[in-house]
């Protein structure tokens, strides 16, 4: 059976110069009966742990270190024994969120994750934050792009370590040179394409 892909939405705050925002954020679960891994850790485990459904997780992957994507991420760990992989070039972020505890493994440009028969490349996308990384998975016909591509276009750049130029020449680089029929798997929202999103990128 191939590896398919879940999603539970997490509803959540994310702080920004003070102030609170309401969001939900998508929480990805790449695998089969058996084993799954999860793309990103938002607010609270408990309802990633009962998408998990008790599922072996392979690894907790972070698309980036804003708040609203790594609070649950230690409480995650410690519950499934799961490793979190983590860009270091996001470590400020983290150590905002979680100043006693740390990642288990480092994310990088070409770390590739294999669960349920099908593996996942990590591309490092920087611009929404320097260790932006989305994930690719040929197999599947989908990138996860945490928060760097959207349905409509690129994703903010308002946040903590965000820069326009940065993420436009990632997109350019990086995502839009994948197939056109490649669904695109949000950190927040509706899916999208690739083909789809080249309009949307100026």
Known sequence: MAARI??????????LDGQDFD???????????????????PHRAAPILEAVGGRTV?????????NDHITAAVALREATGAPIWFHPADRMLW???HPDAAPDRDLAEGTRFTVAGTTLTALHTPGHSPGST????PDLATVFTG????????G??????????????SIRSRLLTLHGD????TGHGDDTTIADEMRNVR
């Open 182 to 185: 490649t669904v695109v798997r």
């Open 95 to 97: 150590d905002v969120v």
């Open 23 to 41: 969001v939900d954020n998508n929480v990805w679960l790449v695998g089969d009966d058996d084993e799954v891994l999860v793309i990103d850790a």
């Open 147 to 154: 928060d760097t591509l959207f349905c409509g276009g690129p």
């Open 156 to 169: 903010a750049t308002g946040r903590s370590f965000s820069d326009h130029p940065t993420i436009l020449d």
């Open 134 to 137: 989305c994930l690719h998975a």
């Open 6 to 15: 879940d999603k539970t939405v997490v509803p959540g705050v994310f702080s």
């Open 58 to 66: 392979t690894a907790i992957v972070l698309t980036h270190g804003h």
